[in-house]
């Protein structure tokens, strides 16, 4: 089904030149050039759990409804399961009648502007600048760093960040350690969101993104299901099918092998 394939056009433009005509000369008129087709697969992302008759009648301490809860709970584990797709996710897969599809999140799509090493090396301000020139020079303009818990840590390594300087409110009457906006060499504000998806799948990398480059697309928005009676409970599911859009990945940069 072509609704299972998602498919969006992107352009880019031409790498500026000197231009300069003559006074009353024709126009210089160019070949357009097609615009690029992009894919991604729909994937489904569901979360299903059971609460007992005996759980609904009873009234569990600490909440009202024990259904509510186990929602809320799944509701969660469910947008943390979609941000593992975004993210993680490397390649598409078609899928087939015993092959689930899966989208090509950010670990697949960011693939121009890389830092990368035969090594891993710590993080320092020169690697991420050199990242950020080469994205700027794409004509990318960064305004998120998505990282783990080790590389956001790093950030406060002066050694690896020499002449860095922290903004402290002085009636606090503490010192704050931790770094949550960078600007760099190459100038502009990157805001930096530490996601434990990151942390505990590629902790050694981190994204430099554009954000309005990307963006959700959603075949069916999640909804909840109630599901037939087979036992002594009431089932439930919850389901998602989405892709990730990316509108222009040399908007973006990733460095990875670090330690």
């Given at each position: 089904?072509?609704?299972?394939?998602?498919?969006?056009?992107t352009?880019t433009?031409?790498?500026?030149?000197?231009?300069a005509?003559v006074?009353?000369e024709?126009?210089?008129?160019?070949?357009?050039t097609?615009?690029?087709?992009?894919v991604?697969?729909t994937q489904?992302?569901d979360?299903a759990?059971?609460?007992?008759?005996?759980e609904?009648?009873m009234?569990?301490?600490?909440r009202?409804?024990?259904s509510?809860y186990q929602?809320?709970k799944a509701?969660?584990?469910?947008?943390?399961?979609?941000e593992?797709?975004?993210?993680v996710?490397?390649?598409?897969?078609?899928?087939a009648s015993a092959?689930?599809?899966?989208?090509k999140?950010?670990a697949?799509w960011?693939?121009?502007?890389?830092?990368s090493?035969t090594?891993?090396?710590a993080?320092?301000?020169?690697?991420?600048?050199?990242?950020?020139?080469?994205v700027?020079?794409?004509?990318?303009?960064?305004d998120?760093?998505?990282?783990?818990?080790?590389?956001k840590?790093?950030?406060?390594?002066?050694?690896?960040f020499?002449g860095m300087?922290r903004n402290?409110?002085?009636?606090i009457?503490?010192?704050?350690?931790?770094?949550?906006?960078?600007?760099?060499?190459?100038?502009?504000?990157l805001?930096?969101?530490?996601?434990?998806?990151?942390?505990n799948?590629l902790?050694?990398?981190?994204?430099a993104?554009?954000?309005?480059k990307?963006?959700?697309?959603w075949?069916?928005?999640i909804?909840k299901?109630?599901?037939g009676?087979?036992?002594?409970?009431?089932?439930y599911?919850i389901?998602?099918?989405v892709t990730?859009e990316?509108l222009?990945e040399k908007?973006s940069?990733?460095?990875?092998?670090?330690?």
């Amino acid at each position: 089904s072509s609704d299972l394939l998602h498919e969006w056009q992107t352009d880019t433009l031409k790498t500026p030149t000197a231009v300069a005509r003559v006074e009353g000369e024709d126009a210089n008129i160019k070949t357009v050039t097609a615009t690029s087709r992009l894919v991604n697969r729909t994937q489904i992302i569901d979360n299903a759990f059971i609460v007992s008759n005996t759980e609904l009648a009873m009234k569990p301490a600490g909440r009202a409804d024990e259904s509510d809860y186990q929602t809320e709970k799944a509701m969660k584990e469910l947008a943390n399961d979609i941000e593992y797709a975004f993210v993680v996710n490397s390649a598409v897969v078609t899928g087939a009648s015993a092959t689930a599809r899966q989208l090509k999140g950010l670990a697949g799509w960011v693939v121009t502007n890389i830092s990368s090493a035969t090594a891993n090396r710590a993080l320092t301000s020169s690697i991420l600048d050199t990242l950020l020139k080469t994205v700027w020079l794409a004509g990318g303009r960064p305004d998120t760093i998505l990282t783990g818990g080790s590389q956001k840590i790093a950030f406060t390594n002066t050694t690896n960040f020499p002449g860095m300087t922290r903004n402290i409110t002085a009636t606090i009457g503490s010192y704050s350690l931790f770094v949550d906006v960078y600007q760099g060499g190459i100038g502009g504000s990157l805001k930096l969101i530490t996601s434990t998806i990151m942390g505990n799948n590629l902790d050694n990398q981190i994204f430099a993104l554009q954000m309005d480059k990307f963006r959700k697309a959603w075949l069916r928005p999640i909804k909840k299901n109630q599901l037939g009676v087979t036992g002594d409970g009431v089932k439930y599911q919850i389901t998602a099918e989405v892709t990730l859009e990316s509108l222009n990945e040399k908007a973006s940069g990733v460095a990875t092998n670090l330690s």
